[in-house]
């Protein structure tokens, strides 16, 4: 079993940064790939970003030169550094990560979502 537990959600006004972080822990040989999804009230849950392998990274259009995502493979913790935070960026945010167990196993796991609010 894997659990991913996100956080550093909270409250923060336009233009203002947060900083999320994930912890993922539980039976890990390796992790190909930890991302970021949001999902606001109305809306269908959208990609972010993620990285592969610690390396590659990919970004949602709407988030690009904001948002950096990055990984510390020591620790299985992916963090999201958002900058310049927009209304329109108030959602859940979940982590995911796809983990390969001891006997190469690969699934796909999510945290419980953590809230962020952007409003003056």
């Known amino acids: 079993q894997v659990q991913l537990v996100e956080s550093g959600g909270g409250l923060v006004q336009p233009g203002g940064s947060l900083r999320l972080s994930c912890a993922a822990s539980?039976?890990?040989?390796?992790?190909?790939?930890m991302g970021w999804y949001r999902q606001a009230p109305g809306k269908e849950r959208e990609l972010v970003a993620v990285i592969i392998r610690g390396i590659t990274t990919t970004y949602a259009d709407s988030v690009k030169g904001r948002f950096t995502i990055s990984r510390d493979n020591a620790k299985n913790t992916v963090y999201l550094q958002m900058n310049s935070l927009k209304p329109e960026d108030t959602a859940v945010y979940y982590c995911?990560?796809?983990?390969?167990?001891?006997?190469?196993?690969?699934?796909?796991?999510w945290g419980q979502g953590t809230q962020v609010t952007v409003s003056s």
């Open positions: 539980g039976r890990i040989f390796g992790i190909n790939a």
């Open positions: 995911d990560a796809e983990v390969s167990s001891p006997d190469r196993v690969i699934n796909i796991y």
